[in-house]
T-cell receptor, first 113, second 112 residues
């Protein structure tokens, strides 16, 4: 079965620090890849997505992610985090047109002012 | 406004008392899904539906039922809730093909 792993359970950064959150998946076929963010007390919102084409995708709020097929990875990056980026971040992988949509366990990001 | 709504948002109940959590979307989406979110486990898919009258099990379907009689609604039914079903539940919907899922606000369920 498809599985998604995220490298860090909790990341603590100071404002203006650079961010990279790791995500790896196990499926060897064609997949769609997503990063979602969940701010405290809120529902999940889409940050960015990759379906095909340029493996470097840009999302909202200055986030970007790079798909490396050979490494089964889809890492999330942001050059300079802000306090408002404090949230939980979920990597997700979709195969077969949504019949199998799997989330990673999440990474909690705390940004210190 | 395009949205996914869930009701109730918060529910405390007792073991064995049947309950239904409703989910409705106004985007004419074919695909709908239920997830439960537990600390350290992320979101796990309970059931999904590709269209009206088409439902299938996700990763953790035990103890849950769903129905899809109308395109916009996808209720989650717990026939006999147990304490291990205490969780945060999210409903989501998306269009066909390559599309992200839109999530509802969540339902926090506590089973005593």
């Amino acid at each position: 079965a498809q599985s998604v792993s995220q490298h860090n359970h909790h990341v603590i950064l100071s404002e203006a620090a650079s961010l990279e959150l790791g995500c790896n998946y196990s499926y060897g076929g064609t997949v769609n890849l997503f990063w979602y963010v969940q701010y405290p007390g809120q529902h999940l919102q889409l940050l960015l997505k990759y379906f095909s084409g340029d493996p470097l995708v840009k999302g909202i709020k200055g986030f970007e992610a790079e798909f490396i097929k050979s490494k089964f990875s889809f890492n999330l990056r942001k050059p300079s985090v802000q306090w408002s980026d404090t949230a939980e971040y979920f990597c997700a992988v979709e195969e077969n047109y949504g019949q199998n949509f799997v989330f990673g366990p999440g990474t909690r990001l705390s940004v210190l002012p | 406004e395009a949205q996914v709504t869930q009701n109730p948002r918060y529910l405390i109940t007792v073991t064995g008392k049947k309950l239904t959590v409703t989910c409705s979307q106004n985007m004419n989406h074919e695909y709908m899904s239920w997830y439960r979110q537990d600390p350290g486990l992320g979101l796990r898919q309970i059931y999904y539906s590709m269209n009206v009258e088409v439902t299938d099990k996700g990763d953790v379907p035990e103890g849950y039922k769903v129905s899809r009689k109308e395109k916009r609604n996808f209720p989650l039914i717990l026939e006999s809730p147990s304490p291990n079903q205490t969780s945060l539940y999210f409903c989501a919907s998306s269009g066909t093909g390559y599309n992200e899922q839109f999530f509802g606000p969540g339902t926090r369920l506590t089973v005593l």
